[in-house]
């Protein structure tokens, strides 16, 4: 049975029945429940609107960030200086590298330069996405900061709002090789997504099964 989870106070309902239909088919969801249920976001009546109209919902999730059920996924990229073809696959970027093809990167090294904190879109290759976000948040050093982390989230949140996209999955840009902790790039991300009005679906993914 399909369930609304309220965004703001967290409160669950059954979705009724007259309405499930319409609802796989138009809104994207959370994530499943225990029993394999899924749980949509849609803010309860119950809930103060805050002066907020804009249904969203931002979780914290564990697996891997290409099998998410969503409209586009965030590529923690770098300047985009040097030639892709020159990089070692690695992290997020590898992956992506592996699994979508080439068709993204060849993309994106037509858009030049991007400035530190910046985003692009390309398509998403042979993965199945409408689009991949592609954010600087390393500099020409490898190396992230506060401003780089906060910035790729704003513009990668702007772009899938302009685009129409409902849903979007984000790494923890920064992490590893960007110099941050993973609970330091979490816990940044997550606060910059809180200050943001938007109108989709954010998932941060953690890679790995939860600690």
């Not at 138009?26 to 609107?49: G, K, T, V």
């Not at 696959?89 to 037509?110: D, N």
Request: with cysteine; charged share 20%; aromatic share 8%.
């Amino acid at each position: 049975m399909p369930i609304f989870e309220c965004p703001r106070c967290g409160k669950q309902d059954l979705v009724p029945l007259g309405v499930c239909e319409w609802m796989l088919d138009s809104i994207p969801y959370l994530r499943h429940d225990a029993h394999n249920n899924p749980i949509y976001s849609f803010p309860c009546p119950d809930c103060p609107d805050e002066s907020r109209q804009a249904i969203r919902g931002i979780e914290v999730v564990h697996g891997d960030l290409l099998d998410q059920h969503v409209d586009a996924i965030v590529n923690a990229w770098n300047r985009n200086v040097i030639p892709w073809w020159l990089l070692l696959p690695q992290g997020v970027s590898g992956a992506i590298k592996r699994r979508a093809g080439t068709a993204p990167f060849r993309e994106l090294r037509r858009h030049g330069a991007i400035p530190l904190g910046g985003a692009v879109i390309t398509s998403a290759g042979e993965l199945p996405f409408k689009a991949i976000i592609h954010v600087a948040g390393i500099n020409l050093l490898w190396r992230a900061s506060e401003q780089s982390i906060r910035d790729s989230v704003r513009n990668a949140v702007r772009l899938a709002a302009q685009h129409g996209f409902r849903s979007l999955a984000i790494p923890l840009i920064g992490a590893s090789t960007g110099g941050f902790d993973p609970a330091q790039a979490r816990s940044l991300i997550l606060e910059e997504l809180h200050q943001l009005d938007f109108s989709l679906i954010v998932k941060v993914v953690v890679y790995g099964a939860p600690k």
